[in-house]
């Protein structure tokens, strides 16, 4: 099992910007490729981006191209969402995952975080 635990989400107005953090305990992460997915009330989970262990290679989801940016630092154990220009249609619960190969698909992966909401006003 690798432990998740995101930070970071919060309020904030059309327009403007948040970092979401994903730690793990006890388990490194330089293994694992690692996803960031999102929920709104009423929808399925939706992949929004990925990266690859090396942290050379990233995918990001078309509704979130040249706006949020995954990255990561296997030193410290963490992944990063940076979220720029935020809009209200990307209001959700944030989750980051991790698996051993990529896919964007939530249900294939087997670890998971608690979640953090991100709220966009417009």
């Known amino acids: 099992q690798v432990p998740l635990v995101e930070s970071g989400g919060g309020l904030v107005q059309a327009g403007g910007s948040l970092r979401l953090s994903c730690a793990a305990s006890?388990?490194?992460?330089?293994?694992?490729?690692m996803a960031w997915f999102r929920q709104a009330p009423g929808k399925e989970r939706e992949f929004v981006a990925g990266i690859w262990s090396s942290g050379i290679n990233t995918r990001y989801a078309d509704s979130v191209k040249g706006r949020f940016t995954i990255s990561r630092d296997n030193g410290k154990n963490r992944v990063y969402l940076e979220m720029n220009n935020l809009k209200p249609e990307d209001t959700a619960v944030y989750y980051c995952?991790?698996?051993?190969?990529?896919?964007?698909?939530?249900?294939?992966?087997?670890?998971w975080g608690q979640g953090t909401q991100v709220t966009v006003s417009s």
């Open positions: 995952a991790a698996r051993r190969q990529f896919l964007p698909t939530a249900s294939t992966y087997d670890h």
């Open positions: 006890g388990r490194t992460l330089s293994s694992y490729t």
